[in-house]
């Protein structure tokens, strides 16, 4: 099992930057990539980006290409994202999640595993 925690959420303005962080324990070492993905009220959970755990790979999701940045610190199991240029339509809970398989995937159900999430709300 792996055991996800996000942190960093929290109320911004708009044009604003927050960092979230994912801190991974348990059987980390069975983990391929890590993703974010992100769900408004009302709304179905979008990608919003991924990341190979150790080859630095990564993928966005074209809504937040240029202002959100992944990242990852493989000695303290966790990976990061940047959110730069906030805008109310990032208003969201963010999820992170761990994929087993190869690949860099954008689909949630090709995610193994779940952080609790972290609420974002950007401000106009």
């Known amino acids: 099992q792996v055991q996800l925690v996000e942190s960093g959420g929290g109320l911004v303005q708009a044009g604003g930057s927050l960092r979230l962080s994912c801190a991974a324990s348990?059987?980390?070492?069975?983990?391929?990539?890590m993703g974010w993905f992100r769900q408004a009220p009302g709304k179905e959970r979008d990608f919003v980006a991924t990341?190979?755990?150790?080859?630095?790979?990564?993928y966005y999701a074209d809504s937040v290409k240029g202002r959100f940045t992944i990242s990852r610190d493989n000695a303290k199991n966790t990976v990061y994202l940047q959110m730069n240029s906030l805008k109310p339509e990032d208003t969201a809970v963010y999820y992170c999640?761990?994929?087993?398989?190869?690949?860099?995937?954008?689909?949630?159900?090709?995610?193994?595993?779940w952080g609790q999430g972290t609420q974002v709300t950007v401000s106009s």
């Open positions: 348990g059987r980390t070492h069975s983990i391929y990539a």
């Open positions: 990341i190979n755990w150790s080859g630095g790979r990564l």
């Open positions: 999640a761990a994929d087993r398989s190869y690949g860099l995937a954008t689909r949630d159900f090709d995610y193994d595993y």
